[in-house]
T-cell receptor, first 115, second 112 residues
Framework: DADVTQTPRNRITKTGKRIMLECSQT?????MYWYRQDPGLGLRLIYY???????NKGEISDGYSVSRQAQAKFSLSLESAIPNQTALYFC??????????????FGPGTRLLVL | EDQVTQSPEALRLQEGESSSLNCSYT??????LFWYRQDPGKGPEFLFT???AGEEKEKERLKATLTKKESFLHITAPKPEDSATYLC?????????????FGKGTTLSVSS
C-alpha cells in the first residue's frame, strides 16, 4: 500500500461549490503539506502543519482552508471553488526527526477541474 | 528573495546520449537541495538530497552534484524509461522545516 494516499484522485466541480480533498499517511511523519501544481508555475505551497495543533499558511492560502484531524490525516477545503483553482493538488509529509534536511514525500495527487 | 531556476526547460536525448540538467539557486543559508522525478499525472518521487558544496550522490544512471550556486543532475547513457520531468527544490532557514521552493522543472525525453 502507498505511504501517502489522496482522495479523490480526480474531481470535477462547479464554480461556487465547496469541496474537500483528503490526505492520509502511514509513514508516521509529524509534518504535512498541501501544494498545488500549475503548468509553467511549478509547485507552490498552500498550507502546512507541524502537528495536530499547528497549522500555518503558505504562499497561496487565499480561498483555501485545512484541517488536521489526526497525525495521519490532513484535509484541504475549497470553500467556494473558482475556475482558477483548477490544478493538480499534492499532499506531502516529512519527519521532524529525520535531521536538518527534511525530505518531503509526496502523494499521487488530485486532479481538480472547476467549471 | 529565495529563487530556483532550472535549465533547460525541455531536453531531448537519444538513448545512450549523456547530458546534464542544471539547477541554479539563490538562497540565504541553504539547508538542503533536493532532486525529484515526476512522471505525468503522478506525484514527485524523491531522488537525492544534497547539503554541502562538493557533495555528490549517485543512483543508477543519475548523479547529482552541488556547488555554492548550482546543482547538476548528470544522466549517463539514458534509457527511454528515464523520460520524466526532473524537479529541483531548496530548503532554506526562512523555510526551515516547512516548505520547499521548487524550480519549474526540466522535461526529459529519451528516444530509442
Amino acid at each position: 500500500d502507498a505511504d501517502v494516499t489522496q482522495t479523490p484522485r480526480n474531481r470535477i466541480t462547479k464554480t461556487g461549490k465547496r469541496i474537500m480533498l483528503e490526505c492520509s499517511q502511514t509513514k508516521g511523519h509529524d509534518r504535512m503539506y498541501w501544494y498545488r501544481q500549475d503548468p509553467g508555475l511549478g509547485l507552490r505551497l498552500i498550507y502546512y502543519s507541524f502537528d495536530v495543533k499547528d497549522i500555518n499558511k503558505g504562499e497561496i492560502s487565499d480561498g483555501y482552508s485545512v484541517s488536521r484531524q489526526a497525525q495521519a490525516k490532513f484535509s484541504l477545503s475549497l470553500e467556494s471553488a473558482i475556475p482558477n483553482q483548477t490544478a493538480l493538488y499534492f499532499c506531502a509529509t516529512s519527519d521532524l526527526g529525520s535531521g536538518p534536511q527534511e525530505t518531503q514525500y509526496f502523494g499521487p495527487g488530485t486532479r481538480l477541474l472547476v467549471l | 528573495e529565495d529563487q530556483v531556476t532550472q535549465s533547460p526547460e525541455a531536453l531531448r536525448l537519444q538513448e545512450g546520449e549523456s547530458s546534464s540538467l542544471n539547477c541554479s539557486y539563490t538562497v540565504s543559508g541553504l539547508r538542503g537541495l533536493f532532486w525529484y522525478r515526476q512522471d505525468p499525472g503522478k506525484g514527485p518521487e524523491f531522488l537525492f538530497t544534497l547539503y554541502s558544496a562538493g557533495e555528490e550522490k549517485e543512483k543508477e544512471r543519475l548523479k547529482a552534484t552541488l556547488t555554492k550556486k548550482e546543482s547538476f543532475l548528470h544522466i549517463t547513457a539514458p534509457k527511454p524509461e528515464d523520460s520524466a520531468t526532473y524537479l529541483c527544490a531548496v530548503q532554506a532557514p526562512r523555510q526551515a522545516g516547512t516548505a520547499l521552493i521548487f524550480g519549474k522543472g526540466t522535461t526529459l525525453s529519451v528516444s530509442s
